[in-house]
T-cell receptor, first 114, second 112 residues
């Protein structure tokens, strides 16, 4: 059963600490997205990659956020330093096979910054 | 910038009713439109995807329609069941890069 896997599922940290979230896309998918979900803003696109190359990261605060794909099986989202306003659920999604445009989401990483 | 709006924000219906969820978008130059379901504490599950050249898609008790010219989509759920209780999100892709702009969702409660 192919699925997008995200770790950690939950993370509580203190302000100023570095946080790294990881995503394993579905094997063979060539497009990977990072979204952030909050009650106030809903789902916001942070960054996305195609064939491991970043295509758009305009939604990401670049002074503290960075996204990379070290290889085709791993995408990372890093926050350094973290702030309380970064508290949210971060979702990774992948796509690229089968029905054009269909995305498959992971179960998210819930981040709480104290 | 594409804006996606979903109405109503919340809906409560008794089991067995047919219901319609609405989605509107400001830029009609879309590549596709997707409806997702999200259960509490979970990720999003794709329900239906409509390409810009299509008018509707059906899956079981779900039917989604698309009217690009008016910037609207509806998700029709027939014979609702308590298991349908979830948040339903509409999302549009404005180019072939697949990046989706989401509405804030409709929270549906189906009571037994």
């Amino acid at each position: 059963d192919a699925r997008v896997t995200q770790t950690p599922r939950h993370k509580v940290t203190e302000m100023g600490q570095e946080v790294t979230m990881r995503c394993q896309p579905i094997l063979g998918h060539n497009t990977v997205f990072w979204y952030r979900q909050t009650m106030m803003q809903g789902l916001e696109l942070l960054a996305y990659f195609r064939n491991r190359a970043p295509l758009d990261d305009s939604g990401m605060p670049k002074d503290r956020f960075s996204a990379e794909m070290p290889d085709a099986t791993l995408a990372t989202l890093k926050i350094q330093p973290s702030e309380p306003r970064d508290s949210a659920v971060y979702f990774c999604a992948s796509g690229g096979q089968g029905v054009i445009g269909e995305l498959f989401f992971g179960e998210g990483s819930r981040l709480t910054v104290l | 910038k594409q804006e996606v709006t979903q109405i109503p924000a919340a809906l409560s219906v008794p089991e067995g009713e047919n219901l319609v969820l609405n989605c509107s978008f400001t830029d009609s130059a879309i590549y596709n439109l997707q409806w997702f379901r999200q259960d509490p504490g979970k990720g999003l599950t794709s329900l239906l995807l409509i390409q810009s050249s299509q008018r509707e898609q059906t899956s079981g008790r779900l039917n989604a329609s698309l009217d690009k010219s008016s910037g609207r989509s509806t998700l029709y759920i027939a014979a609702s069941q308590p298991g349908d209780s979830a948040t339903y999100l509409c999302a549009v892709s404005s180019n072939s890069g697949y990046a989706l702009n989401f509405g804030k969702g409709t929270s549906l409660l189906v009571t037994p």
